[in-house]
Nanobody, 123 residues
Framework: QVQLVESGGGLVQPGGSLRLSCAAS????????MGWYRQAPGKQRELVAG???????TYADSVKGRFTISRDNAKNTVYLQMNSLKLEDTAVYYC?????????????????WGQGTQVTVSS
């Protein structure tokens, strides 16, 4: 059984900062990739930032230069440092992980989602 637990959302003023965390736990053999998505009311879920096992990262154009994704491999945890937050960053942020896990008799690979954490940017 694999779980993703997110933390760090909240209310912040424009220009402020927040740091999101997502910890993966369970019978994890390998973390292939982790990332953050967000979904604003009335909009589709979109990729915000991602990081693969080799350390390469990708960002949505709208957050480049403001957000930084990082990972602690020993803790199977991914972070999203969000600086210079804007009103349009308001959304529910979801952690996603592409994991290889041990199911007792074999290894398998699956995609997992966290429960989501609300980020609200408002003055």
């Amino acid at each position: 059984q694999v779980q993703l637990v997110e933390s760090g959302g909240g209310l912040v003023q424009p220009g402020g900062s927040l740091r999101l965390s997502c910890a993966a736990s369970g019978s994890i053999f390998r973390v292939n990739a982790m990332g953050w998505y967000r979904q604003a009311p009335g909009k589709q879920r979109e990729l915000v930032a991602g990081i693969i096992s080799g350390g390469s990262t990708t960002y949505a154009d709208s957050v480049k230069g403001r957000f930084t994704i990082s990972r602690d491999n020993a803790k199977n945890t991914v972070y999203l440092q969000m600086n210079s937050l804007k009103l349009e960053d308001t959304a529910v942020y979801y952690c996603n992980a592409d994991l290889t896990y041990y199911s007792g008799s074999h290894y398998a690979r699956n995609d997992y989602w966290g429960q989501g954490t609300q980020v609200t940017v408002s003055s």
